[in-house]
C-alpha cells in the first residue's frame, strides 16, 4: 500500500508557473509508473502526463506540451508536476497516481493507488 499527498496547487494569473509535487509514503515509488490527471468541474478526470519507473520516458497530453514537465526523484519519493504558461483551461483538481510496472501508463484505470488532489485555479 502507497499513500500519495499532492501539494502545490493555488490560484495563479494566466501565464504563471506552479509546481505541483506528489510525495509518496507506505512503499517506495520506485515500484511504480506515476501519472499526473486532472479533473474539472463536472467533466471526466483525464490523464495530463505520465512517467515511467526509472524516469527515462515520459507521456503528455496535447494540450499541455511543451508547457508542463513531469520529472521524479527516486530519493526523495516524489513526482513532481512543472506547470508553465498556465491557462485558464488548466483550472482543475489535480491528482497524482501510481501504477504497478515499469513503463509509462496513460489509462486511468491502470492505477491502483491516488492521491486526494490539489486545486489548480487559473484566473484570466
Known amino acids: 500500500q502507497v499513500q500519495l499527498v499532492e501539494s502545490g496547487g493555488g490560484l495563479v494569473q494566466a501565464g504563471g508557473s506552479l509546481r505541483l509535487s506528489c510525495t509518496a509514503s507506505g512503499r517506495t515509488l520506485n515500484d511504480y509508473g506515476m501519472g499526473w490527471f486532472r479533473q474539472a468541474p463536472g467533466e471526466d478526470r483525464v490523464i495530463v502526463a505520465a512517467i515511467n519507473r526509472p524516469g527515462t520516458g515520459t507521456y503528455y497530453t496535447d494540450s499541455v506540451k511543451g508547457r508542463f514537465t513531469i520529472s521524479r526523484d527516486n530519493a526523495k519519493n516524489t513526482v513532481y508536476l512543472q506547470m508553465n504558461s498556465l491557462k485558464p483551461e488548466d483550472t482543475a483538481v489535480y491528482y497524482c497516481?501510481?501504477?504497478?510496472?515499469?513503463?509509462?501508463?496513460?489509462?486511468?484505470?491502470?492505477?491502483?493507488?491516488w492521491g486526494q488532489g490539489t486545486q489548480v485555479t487559473v484566473s484570466s
Open positions: 497516481a501510481a501504477a504497478y510496472g515499469t513503463w509509462v501508463v496513460r489509462s486511468l484505470d491502470s492505477y491502483h493507488y
